[in-house]
T-cell receptor, first 113, second 113 residues
Framework: AQKVTQAQTEISVVEKEDVTLDCVYE???????LFWYKQPPSGELVFLIR??????QNEISGRYSWNFQKSTSSFNFTITASQVVDSAVYFC??????????FGAGTTVTVRA | NAGVTQTPKFQVLKTGQSMTLQCAQD?????MYWYRQDPGMGLRLIYY???????DKGEVPNGYNVSRLNKREFSLRLESAAPSQTSVYFC????????????FGDGTRLSIL
């Protein structure tokens, strides 16, 4: 069985501050995939990024960056220069090479103007 | 460009009533999923269908049944609704196994009195 832990329940920042969301996972599988999803106040779930267990290359995409460290089972997500539109619940998720996606409890990010 | 469509968007039921939530996708995906989202718990997998003609239990299947009607449609049925099933239900689809991101519908908010 796998488990995803997002220890931060809520984060509140002022616009233009950086925000880092922590994600720690547990799995016995050697092949697995990690995801970040965003859920804005409107309620839909938006896919942000996917990483597989063999790809530890970190990535920057615009104001978003991801830090995947297999040695510490962490897959952290950073928003640089946050904006009010970044206010949402962010979910980290893990799936082995099958169909059962496991979500963390989510971190609510509030960006104040 | 509809993606994953869920109906209805909102529903109120009385305890003991039955109801079917409908889901359809137009992305020609093989796999479809039903999740429930409760406050502070992230999303939990109820049932999934890896391919047309197959269904399997997820993490919280009790009290639910599913039908993969065809490749496009995957319905979730509550035979005798209970207040504990008050939740937001999400349908999702993906091309295949875990290495592909799941695309979510907008959710159905279900209240059981």
């Amino acid at each position: 069985a796998q488990k995803v832990t997002q220890a931060q329940t809520e984060i509140s920042v002022v616009e233009k501050e950086d925000v880092t969301l922590d994600c720690v996972y547990e799995t016995r599988d050697t092949t697995y995939y990690l995801f970040w999803y965003k859920q804005p106040p409107s309620g839909e779930l938006v896919f942000l990024i996917r990483r597989n267990s063999f790809d530890e290359q970190n990535e920057i995409s615009g104001r978003y960056s991801w830090n995947f460290q297999k040695s510490t089972s962490s897959f952290n997500f950073t928003i640089t220069a946050s904006q009010v539109v970044d206010s949402a619940v962010y979910f980290c998720a893990l799936i082995p090479d099958d169909y059962k996606l496991s979500f963390g409890a989510g971190t609510t990010v509030t960006v104040r103007a | 460009n509809a993606g994953v469509t869920q109906t209805p968007k909102f529903q109120v039921l009385k305890t003991g009533q039955s109801m079917t939530l409908q889901c359809a996708q137009d992305m020609n995906h093989n796999s479809m999923y039903w999740y429930r989202q409760d406050p502070g718990m992230g999303l939990r997998l109820i049932y999934y269908s890896a391919s047309e003609g197959t269904t399997d239990k997820g993490e919280v299947p009790n009290g639910y049944n599913v039908s993969r009607l065809n490749k496009r449609e995957f319905s979730l049925r509550l035979e005798s609704a209970a207040p504990s099933q008050t939740s937001v239900y999400f349908c999702a689809s993906s091309d295949s196994r875990g290495n592909q991101p799941q695309h979510f519908g907008d959710g159905t908010r279900l209240s059981i009195l």
